[in-house]
Structures are given as structure tokens and as C-alpha cells.
């Protein structure tokens, strides 16, 4: 099974047959789609999605992943990474690192708020003051990878509800999948990709070979001064460098305005 077969088949296991019209028939020993259904929905035999799935048949044309993502409802996200799965896109040997002049004009009017600029395998490639205040100043490169720090927790400052990590694990991962397939032959990513396997929680959600884009999470930094500080992270992507400017606002109900401009 390639990496296009393994999608598909995660894809077809997730879809409730409920929710595309498929009630009643026999028992069923998955809750997913059958074969046949899939090929059903997305108007192909069921011998071809068969070969797709175990690696065995061609590329499918464009119009055959456009039906197959609607009949298993991907999202947009999800769409594109069926298409370059398929081979409908170029793929850069490595992700852009270079942030242009533009993208510094804006952080240059965001002082007073804590933002960071990383690349698309959550390298920091830029802090302003306030972040670094805020969340410490990573000691070596392996702190300067949010999902390094993230899974292996060592960013000592930030506190997480169960509900907040598992969104935010679950969001990371998605977007790193999309990395993956948009720069396949980047070596630092497959480098990120393989020691990340080596935690437990990184493996269950890279298994659900989910694709989306990471927009936004709560964040709460313990201050060794300050004490919490209540946040809200917004990032924003680039369309041609695929750079993230994360911003972090004041979360709405707390003093966390007041404890930045202290920090600032």
C-alpha cells in the first residue's frame, strides 16, 4: 500500500454510510464505507478502487480524485493533498525558509503583541521580544521546533486542559501531514516526521492520516512572574512562502493585556 492507498483507505474507514444516504443492509464489521460503496458514490468499478488502495493501479486522472473527494467528503485541505498525492502538483525539494520583505513589514507594526514567524515544519524562524518574554528564548534548535516542543514537552511554560492539547496535537499533526505531501522530498521533514514517530500520541494521529490547515488554538504561559497569562494564537499563512505568522492576542475576560504591557 502507497502513501495514495493508505490515504484513501483512512478516508473511506472514516465516512459514516448514514450521512451519504447508505441505512440498513447486512451487519456491517467496520463503520466505515465498504469498497463497493465508495466506488459506488464516486461512480468508478470497485476493482479500481481496489488496485488504488493496495498500490496496484496508475495515477488517477483528475477527474477521478475530484469524484472520489466528493464521495468522501474531504475538505478543501484534504482535496488538495488527494491531488498531489496524485501527482497534480510540483513539489519544491525544500521548504521556504526566507522571510520576504513584506511579511516584515507587518511584524514590524506588531511589538506590542507577542507573534513568531515559523516555517511549514514548525521551525521558529523569527520571535519578537514580548513572544520570547512571554514563552522564554529556545536554548537550542530542538526547542525551536513547535512540534518537538509540543510532543516531547519541553516548553516547561505553557499549560494545557486535556482538551486543549488533544485539539492542538490533533491540528499540528493534520497540518504537518499536508507539509509532507507538499514537500516529499524535503529531508528535514522526513527527518521530523521519523523522530516524531517515537512518541505515542504523534503516531495514534499520524496513523489518521488527517490534512488541514493549523488556524488557531487557547494558550496559557506560566509566567514565572506574572504568573497565567491567558492567550489566543492566530496563524496566518503566506501564500507563496508558506511561512506561519502565529499572533497571540489577550484572551477576552482576563488580565492578560494588562501583564503584556508589563511584560513590553
Known amino acids: 500500500m502507497n ?8 478516508w473511506r474507514d472514516r465516512v459514516d454510510p448514514a450521512t451519504v444516504g447508505l441505512v440498513g443492509g447486512a451487519a456491517r464489521r467496520v463503520a466505515g464505507l465498504r469498497r463497493g460503496e465508495l466506488a459506488m458514490l464516486a461512480g468508478i468499478s470497485v476493482e479500481y478502487v481496489a488496485r488504488l488502495e493496495q498500490g496496484r493501479a496508475a495515477t488517477p ?3 477521478v480524485c475530484s469524484c472520489l473527494a466528493r464521495a468522501l467528503r474531504l475538505s478543501t485541505e484534504e482535496e488538495a493533498h488527494l ?11 525544500r521548504i521556504p525558509t526566507l522571510v520576504p520583505r513584506s511579511l516584515w513589514c507587518v511584524v514590524d507594526q506588531l511589538g506590542h503583541t507577542p507573534l513568531a514567524v515559523y516555517d511549514a515544519a514548525w521551525r521558529l524562524l523569527y520571535a519578537n521580544p514580548l513572544f520570547t518574554a512571554v514563552f522564554g528564548d529556545p536554548a537550542d534548535a530542538d526547542d525551536r521546533n513547535a512540534m518537538i516542543v509540543q510532543f516531547e514537552s519541553r516548553n516547561h511554560r505553557v499549560r494545557q486542559t486535556d482538551a486543549e492539547r488533544a485539539y492542538f496535537e490533533q ?13 516529499p522530498h524535503d529531508p528535514d521533514v522526513a527527518a521530523l516526521v521519523s523522530r516524531l514517530t517515537g512518541n505515542e500520541r504523534f503516531r495514534r494521529l499520524w496513523a489518521q492520516r488527517e490534512v488541514a490547515a493549523h488556524e488557531s488554538a487557547h494558550k496559557t504561559a506560566v509566567h514565572p512572574h506574572m504568573g497565567a497569562v491567558y492567550l489566543d494564537a492566530n496563524v496566518l499563512t ?8 502565529v499572533v497571540l492576542t489577550p484572551r477576552a475576560g482576563t488580565d492578560a493585556r494588562e501583564k503584556l504591557d508589563r511584560l513590553g
Not at 491540528?171 to 501531514?177: G, I
Request: aromatic share 4%; no cysteine.
Open 83 to 93: 491531488m498531489r498525492l496524485a501527482g497534480f502538483a510540483a513539489a519544491p525539494a
Open 61 to 63: 486522472s483528475s477527474q
Open 238 to 245: 503566506t501564500q507563496d512562502t508558506d511561512l506561519r505568522l
Open 171 to 183: 491540528s499540528l499533526v493534520a497540518d504537518l501531514r499536508a507539509t509532507s505531501a507538499r514537500y
Open 3 to 10: 502513501e495514495l492507498g493508505a490515504a484513501l483507505r483512512a
